[in-house]
T-cell receptor
Framework: GEDVEQSLFLSVREGDSSVINCTYT??????LYWYKQEPGAGLQLLTY?????DMKQDQRLTVLLNKKDKHLSLRIADTQTGDSAIYFC??????????FGSGTRLSIRP | NAGVTQTPKFQVLKTGQSMTLQCAQD?????MSWYRQDPGMGLRLIHY???????DQGEVPNGYNVSRSTTEDFPLRLLSAAPSQTSVYFC???????????FGDGTRLSIL
């Protein structure tokens, strides 16, 4: 079945780049998404990439997609304290479902 | 600019009680879904709907019912609450199933 996997924790120093990785299993996925969840809140869409793209950049965010390895990454440049949150990777799979990973908790060190 | 509205925000139930979690969206979205979020398990899809009158099961549908009589509303019913259903529940909507979803703020449900 479909599955999306992420590491649970990432700690980076303020000002450094953060790279959050994700692997997925459904090779027919058309869209892949990154969501951000701050404490006590719902999920907020950060960015998404269509499966025929390799890279998408949006200000401090860069998404890289390796379809061959089914690997997706999110890079946050110049990480700030406001970037502390849980980041979810998700794929749009067949049968009209969006499957989420377990989320990566990003913490920022001063 | 209401977006996706979930009520209530918090609820405590006793085992065996039933209740309905409400979800409404004002964006005329066809696709709506319910997820539960548990620590370390991310979001798991309970039920979803691709349009009014159409619903389908997700990964963890047991113990939950849904209906979609209008485009705007997608209530989630717990038939007989169990402690294993203690979780945070999120409703989401999008114009189409593959488009990015808009999430509500969640309902925190505790079953004693």
């Amino acid at each position: 079945g479909e599955d999306v996997e992420q590491s649970l924790f990432l700690s980076v120093r303020e000002g450094d780049s953060s790279v959050i990785n994700c692997t997925y299993t459904d090779s027919s996925s058309t869209y892949l998404y990154w969501y951000k969840q701050e404490p006590g809140a719902g999920l907020q869409l950060l960015t998404y990439i269509f499966s025929n793209m390799d890279m998408k950049q949006d200000q401090r965010l860069t998404v890289l997609l390796n379809k061959k390895d089914k690997h997706l990454s999110l890079r946050i440049a110049d990480t700030q304290t406001g970037d502390s949150a849980i980041y979810f990777c998700a794929e749009y799979s067949s049968a009209s479902k969006i499957i989420f990973g377990s989320g990566t908790r990003l913490s920022i060190r001063p | 600019n209401a977006g996706v509205t979930q009520t209530p925000k918090f609820q405590v139930l006793k085992t065996g009680q039933s209740m309905t979690l409400q979800c409404a969206q004002d964006m005329n979205h066809e696709y709506m879904s319910w997820y539960r979020q548990d620590p370390g398990m991310g979001l798991r899809l309970i039920h979803y709907s691709v349009g009014a009158g159409i619903t389908d099961q997700g990964e963890v549908p047991n113990g939950y019912n849904v209906s979609r009589s209008t485009t705007e509303d997608f209530p989630l019913r717990l038939l007989s609450a169990a402690p294993s259903q203690t979780s945070v529940y999120f409703c989401a909507s999008s114009p189409h199933s593959d488009k990015p979803q808009h999430f509500g703020d969640g309902t925190r449900l505790s079953i004693l």
